[in-house]
């Protein structure tokens, strides 16, 4: 049986091609007792609309932003890789992207960057910053703009935004402890480092590791957490600090991205080999350290992944259609050095 199509509701609802138009697209000048009978057509029907067909034939294009944390870092590095590759292909198919970079711990910076933002010009946005009172607020006037919002990596759970695109930090902070625990034999402390507590990735993935270390292995001890910042200087002079004055520190958990100076500051105190070290993100860093045998375990996710996914949701939401769940769980990835993908 053919799929019923528009001129199928104009024939049952008894109106014009032109009418039965208006209504799907919503657009004004036709009677309520019209549009219902046009409604009512399409539910004997059971007319499901292509979305994408109907944009196409309108020549929508969809605005989509990406706000994303300024800096050296390597895993922004890899977004934004995957975000040019992602824009090659056909999911980026009628979409126009830009990407905006703000400083993750300035939030009045971040807001001032939102604000510029030409709401409505845009579909949707995707935010990877911290969650301050402020970017919610910000989130807030995107919203009442009729902007969509996702937020990408690190969840904005107290703000208005319409969707999540990432892992469960909770899940994955679980997950370090564990490989912590299995990993690190011997009695001790365990350092923990971050770029900043204010992100929620940050602060989830410390609460699952917290709860794993304390509740299946009392012999290690989770040490306050130490913040850089992004601050590369005092990632190293700080861990430097620490490793020096506590011999009894036998693993380290890196919960952020900025592995590089951490790496660099485990190496010159001499104890990077003895010490069991779990981070987050395959970047260049992590896979050489992987490789070289420095770091037993990194808890990663799939970049491509992430991005397409922000792509397909915001384009899902600015059509008001349900989202496919199932298609966007981003999966958690433990990679040690015998599966490191690439590798032989």
């Known amino acids: 049986m053919n799929k019923p199509t528009v001129h199928d509701i104009a024939k049952e609802a008894g109106v014009s091609l032109a009418t039965v138009d208006r209504v799907l697209n919503a657009r004004p000048g036709v009677r309520d007792k019209t549009i219902a009978k046009v409604q009512g057509a399409v539910e004997r029907l059971g ?19 990406f706000v994303l944390p300024e800096g050296p870092s390597q895993f922004t590095d890899t977004l934004k890789a995957a975000l040019k590759e ?11 992207l830009k990407v905006v970079t703000v400083p993750a711990h300035d939030p009045h910076a971040i807001v001032r960057s939102l604000r510029s933002l030409n709401a409505a010009a845009l579909d949707g946005v995707a935010l990877m910053v911290p969650e301050t009172p402020q970017v919610r607020d910000a989130v807030a006037r995107l919203k009442a703009e009729g902007v969509r919002i996702v937020a990408l990596v690190s969840d904005l759970p107290n703000s208005q935004r319409d969707y999540f695109i990432g892992i469960n930090s909770i899940a994955a902070g679980r997950t370090a402890g564990s490989l912590m625990g299995r990993f690190a034999h011997a009695q001790g402390e365990v350092l923990v480092v971050t770029n900043s507590m204010r992100s929620r990735d940050s602060l989830d993935r410390r609460l699952g590791f917290d709860q794993v270390i304390s509740d299946d292995f009392p012999h290690l001890m989770a040490l306050p957490s130490i913040e850089s910042y992004d601050d590369a200087a005092r990632m190293e002079q700080v861990v430097c600090d620490v490793i020096a004055a506590r011999p009894g520190i036998v693993g380290v958990y890196s919960m952020g991205s900025g592995n590089m100076p951490l790496l660099n500051a485990l190496r010159a105190s001499g104890r990077l080999g003895e010490l069991t070290v779990i981070s ?6 992590t896979r050489q350290a992987l490789q070289n045998g420095e770091i037993a375990a990194v808890i990663a996710q799939n970049v491509g992944h992430l991005v397409r996914s922000a792509m397909r949701v915001l384009r899902t939401l600015s059509d008001d259609l349900p989202i496919f769940e199932a298609q966007e769980r981003i999966r958690i990835d433990i990679i040690i050095r015998e599966n490191l993908p690439g590798s032989r």
């Open 47 to 65: 007319y499901v609309r292509d979305t994408y067909a109907a944009n196409l034939a309108r020549q929508r294009l969809y605005q989509f932003a």
């Open 86 to 96: 992602a824009i090659s292909s056909q999911i980026a198919d009628r979409i126009a």
């Open 280 to 285: 987050h993100e395959l970047t260049p860093a």
